[in-house]
């Protein structure tokens, strides 16, 4: 199985901060690297697709970058709705795996 | 305007069944991949069970396999999960989701609002 590990697993930042969020894989995985994020109470919302697309709707400070094994995702400037748990998620091979997560919370 | 409504959660006994729904509009129903995510409490996302896309193949993790079974009516546009011999680790909150036409892959753009399975004694 592809394991995937996110770091920081908690980040602390304020209004207007530039964030960057990195996912590694154990193994290649091409650029077949999804980014969700969710906050509390609601399901995880599509951000970016295949590591640096962009979801229709999803606002331009969102970017993802990345491919083989190293991925990041970067909130260009942070906003109040930007506060949540990020995860990353491989869907090069079967069994699917996400991230930990990252919680990005007001410092 | 694509929509995912869950139905079917509740509390039952270790060993025990249950089965989910995911009754689903807005998009073609009988040829788009769907899946099943859980997410036990205060933990992160796992994935639970992938149905293909325009065929019926299914995949599962070996954490439910030989437990767990999806399927789908397309007659009625609903996605379902049987779920058998539950243990109290598939304590969970279950999301379905519907699999991305653009992502070149199963990434999910469109997620249920969730249901709560509770295996206990």
């Known amino acids: 199985d592809i394991q995937m590990t996110q770091s920081p697993s908690t980040l602390s930042a304020s209004v207007g901060d530039r964030v960057t969020i990195t996912c590694r894989a154990s193994?290649?995985?091409?650029?077949?690297l999804a980014w969700y994020q969710q906050k509390p109470g609601k399901a995880p919302k599509l951000l970016i697709y295949?590591?640096?697309t962009l979801q229709s709707g999803v606002p331009s400070t969102f970017s993802g970058s990345g491919s083989g094994t190293e991925f990041t995702l970067t909130i260009g400037s942070l906003q109040p709705d930007d506060f949540a748990i990020y995860y990353c998620?491989?869907?090069?091979?079967?069994?699917?795996?996400f991230g930990p997560g990252t919680k990005v919370d007001i410092k | 305007e694509v929509q995912l409504l869950q139905s079917g959660g509740g509390l039952v006994q270790p060993g025990g069944s249950l089965r989910l729904s995911c009754a689903t509009s807005?998009?073609?129903?009988?040829?788009?991949?769907m899946t099943w995510v859980r997410q036990a409490p205060e933990k992160g996302l796992e994935w639970v069970a992938s149905?293909?896309?325009?065929?019926?193949?299914?995949y599962y993790p070996d954490s439910v396999k030989g437990r767990f079974s999806i399927s789908r009516d397309t007659s009625k546009n609903t996605l379902f999960l049987q779920m058998d011999y539950l243990r109290a680790d598939d304590t969970a909150l279950y999301y379905c989701?519907?699999?991305?036409?653009?992502?070149?892959?199963?990434?999910?753009?469109?997620w249920g609002q969730g249901s709560l399975v509770t295996v206990s004694s």
């Open positions: 989701a519907k699999r991305s036409e653009v992502a070149d892959g199963s990434a999910f753009d469109y």
């Open positions: 807005g998009f073609p129903f009988n040829i788009d991949g």
């Open positions: 149905i293909g896309r325009g065929d019926d193949r299914t």
């Open positions: 193994q290649s995985i091409s650029n077949r």
């Open positions: 295949k590591a640096s």
């Open positions: 998620q491989q869907y090069n091979l079967f069994p699917l795996t």
